[in-house]
C-alpha cells in the first residue's frame, strides 16, 4: 500500500491541525490504519488507530484531543488534532497493516512534521 500523508505544519499551542492521509487501495482491504509520531531522541510510537471493523485506539496522552477518521469512499484517513501541545511536536507517519494468516504486511508514507510553538 502506497500512503500519501499532508497537513502537518507549525501551530500555536492550544491550536488544532487536521493531517490526512490517502491510501493507494480500497480501505476495505486494510485490516489497521494507524498513525504514530517520532520527535527527535525518542521512539516512534502509536498515536491512533482504527480498524476495518471501526474500532479506534489511542494513545494515552491524546486520548480526548485527537480523532482518527476514515472516509471509505475516498481512501483516506484523517487525524484531527485539538488543544495541541509543545510536547506533540512530531514527525507524524500514516501506516497500514494488512493480515495475511500469522503475517501482515506493514506499509508507512513519508511523514508530515507537526510543530507546536508559540
Known amino acids: 500500500v502506497q500512503l500519501q500523508a499532508s497537513g502537518g505544519g507549525l501551530v500555536q499551542p492550544g491550536g488544532s491541525l487536521r493531517l490526512s492521509c490517502a491510501a493507494s487501495r480500497s480501505l476495505f482491504s486494510i485490516n489497521v490504519m494507524g498513525w504514530y509520531r517520532q520527535a527527535p531522541g525518542k521512539q516512534r510510537g502509536l498515536v491512533a488507530s482504527?480498524?476495518?471493523?471501526?474500532?479506534?485506539n489511542y494513545a494515552d496522552s491524546v486520548k480526548g484531543r485527537f480523532t482518527i477518521s476514515r472516509d471509505n469512499a475516498k481512501n483516506m484517513v484523517y487525524l484531527q488534532m485539538n488543544s495541541l501541545k509543545p510536547e506533540d511536536t512530531a514527525v507524524y507517519y500514516c501506516?497500514?497493516?494488512?493480515?495475511?494468516?500469522?503475517?501482515?504486511?506493514?506499509?508507512w508514507g513519508q511523514g508530515t512534521q507537526v510543530t507546536v510553538s508559540s
Open positions: 501506516n497500514s497493516k494488512r493480515f495475511f494468516g500469522s503475517r501482515y504486511d506493514d506499509d
Open positions: 482504527s480498524t476495518s471493523g471501526g474500532s479506534t
